[in-house]
């Protein structure tokens, strides 16, 4: 479990978007580890964290792009039912609130990564970690 970077990118929800901010992270040799999208009418917000968020965070800036970075938690744990509880109820009890959140794993998996933004990052990494 640690703090780290994630972009928030505004996009132009048209298609083909995506695609031309992935090729050039992947020109840069930049890995995603984790994405989401949220869409509205007129723009897409794609947050991600990589690998290298500071190289990434230039290049999309170098090309145009309206791009903003936050600290999340990137955490790792078990991919069984009620992992996310725990960790909802221990931030909850120390009255850190969850913004948001987003994560993946195959159904297979006995890990998965959860992307996590709590209200206050420094103090919810020291309470989960206690």
């Known amino acids: 479990m640690q703090i780290t970077t ?25 890995n995603i580890y984790a994405i989401t999208t949220s869409d509205t009418v007129d723009h897409t917000v794609v947050r991600m964290v990589v690998n290298d968020p500071r190289r990434a965070l230039l290049l ?3 090309h145009g792009t ?13 991919n069984k039912p009620g992992s996310l ?5 221990k931030l909850a009890n120390a009255g850190i609130n969850i ?5 993946a794993t195959s159904p297979g998996s006995k890990r ?3 992307i996590l933004r709590p209200s206050n ?7 989960l970690n206690g």
């Open 6 to 30: 994630q972009l928030a990118l505004f996009l132009d929800n048209k298609p083909g978007t995506l695609a031309r901010v992935c090729d050039a992270l992947s020109a840069a040799k930049i």
């Open 112 to 114: 998965g990564l959860l």
């Open 99 to 103: 913004e948001y959140c987003y994560c």
């Open 121 to 127: 990052p420094k103090k919810a990494l020291k309470v």
């Open 85 to 89: 509880a725990a960790i909802a109820h």
């Open 60 to 62: 999309c800036e170098e």
């Open 66 to 78: 309206l791009v903003v970075d936050n600290e999340v938690l990137m955490i790792e744990g078990d």
